[in-house]
């Protein structure tokens, strides 16, 4: 029986190290009769020789394959060459199946650990894993979106710009960094670029610089949940400063003042609105910081931009002029203005970018010490939330002499009916069932 499973393939002998590392001879059950130059048949064996190669493991053990061999001279050119066999990577001296195994584990495991388990140099791995996303880049052709979103996580040490088709739900890319060179070249090279109406960011000033460059028609929204993001933390600024000047016993009084003030009022039960409201009677700083924060958010309960900015001017005039955090805050909104009400025309959000940053991070933890090319990988081609363009051929439907004739002489290229992306909903399914 064949072992190695390697049809073209004869074994010869299998000897076993000290290690328990197996080692396969082979030959070939069928040598190499046609000269790749010239291809005459009219060819004789030359010199004898071998090859080595690794394979995947077989029942945990490491397996080699010592392939013998030889070398042909062709009597019609002069031309030398050595047998080529489909299995074998030549350049890499392993077994194309071991090498798409290391695709696979690259993106689960270190790799020095795949470099030990195959009895291979981590240089070899590494050379594959980067082969490998290279390849996946060059598949990443996505339809471009009407809304795309451009926000940011915290990877390997440093932030990254994330990019996502909002309308879609799809994490389209994961950039090195977050500058505005590096969003502006993602921007400039996104094919039918004018198709994009409309870009949600936070009010980080290069992703509107980026914008602004690469993408002048489209409008800029900032996110919803970024403002009231920055609402939410001044109420958290006011409410520790006040703590601190309490004695210990009126802290008490103030028990997991943090969980409920920062909650959402809708929110809150009958239990936590009877607490909250015994609070304000002693600490009325508190009661006005919190309904500044909730104030802000019933901004974005409006219908039309102008009954917003009407909101937010009666807002920014209920706030005390010592309450200098709101005051800062009102100044922010001030500066972003036209961005931040622009999402009255639209009502477009990153909805999904802390489902999506908490899942990033979950893979950077599990994957701690990967580097950020690694982690990229794992999150755009790592699961099978990940979706491949998908054409449709413009004469599928045809008859075979229709089709023939179509191809000869009125040949279409293939329409994207889908185009690449991460299905954050499906990835949230995988990241729920912990089978990342």
Not at 216 to 232: C, E, M, Q, T
Not at 333 to 347: G, L, Q, S, V
């Amino acid at each position: 029986m064949n072992q190695l499973k390697l049809p073209e393939f004869k074994i010869l002998k299998i000897e076993e190290n000290s290690q328990g590392d197996l080692k396969f001879t082979v030959e070939a059950v069928e040598p190499q009769k046609i000269c790749p130059e010239c291809y005459s048949t009219d060819c004789y064996k030359h010199a004898r020789i071998e090859r080595f190669a690794r394979d995947l493991n077989l029942f945990d053990q490491r397996v080699g394959v010592k392939v013998r061999g030889h070398r042909y001279k062709c009597k019609q050119c002069g031309n030398t060459f050595t047998q080529q066999f489909e299995s074998i990577d030549e350049r890499d001296k392993i077994t194309l199946r071991l090498r798409e195994k290391i695709k696979e584990l690259s993106l689960k495991e270190p790799f020095a650990k795949i470099a030990d388990d195959f009895s291979l140099s981590p240089t070899t791995v590494k050379r594959i894993f980067n082969e490998f996303v290279e390849q996946n880049n060059k598949s990443m052709i996505f339809q471009t979106p009407t809304i795309l979103g451009i926000d940011e996580v915290h990877l390997n040490k440093q932030m990254r710009a994330v990019i996502t088709d909002i309308e879609n739900l799809k994490i389209l890319d994961i950039l090195a960094n977050r500058n505005k060179k590096t969003v502006t070249n993602f921007l400039e090279n996104v094919p039918k670029k004018q198709k994009i109406k409309v870009v949600v960011s936070d009010m980080w000033q290069p992703y509107k610089d980026a914008a602004k460059t690469a993408l002048p028609s489209a409008k800029l929204v900032i996110d919803k949940f970024h403002v009231i993001r920055y609402g939410n933390k001044a109420l958290d600024t006011i409410r520790k400063s006040f703590k601190d000047t309490l004695t210990k016993k009126q802290r008490i009084k103030l028990k997991n003042d943090r969980f409920i003030l920062l909650k959402n009022k809708e929110e809150l039960d009958a239990r936590e609105v009877i607490k909250r409201d015994s609070w304000f009677a002693y600490f009325p700083i508190l009661e006005k910081a919190y309904f500044l924060k909730e104030g802000l958010r019933d901004i974005y309960n409006c219908k039309t931009k102008d009954q917003a900015i009407s909101c937010y001017n009666q807002w920014k005039l209920s706030i005390p002029k010592d309450m200098k955090e709101f005051q800062e805050l009102s100044a922010i909104i001030d500066n972003w203005h036209e961005e931040i009400f622009n999402y009255f025309d639209f009502f477009a959000t990153n909805a999904y970018t802390e489902s999506i940053n908490n899942i990033i991070k979950h893979i950077e933890r599990i994957g701690r010490g990967y580097s950020f090319d690694v982690l990229r990988a794992k999150v755009l081609f790592g699961s099978r939330a990940t979706i491949k363009p998908k054409y449709k051929n413009y004469d599928e439907d045809y008859s075979r002499i229709d089709h023939v004739m179509s191809n000869m002489f009125h040949y279409k290229t293939p329409q994207l009916i889908e185009g690449f992306g991460v299905s954050i909903p499906h990835l949230l399914e995988i990241f729920e069932r912990n089978e990342l």
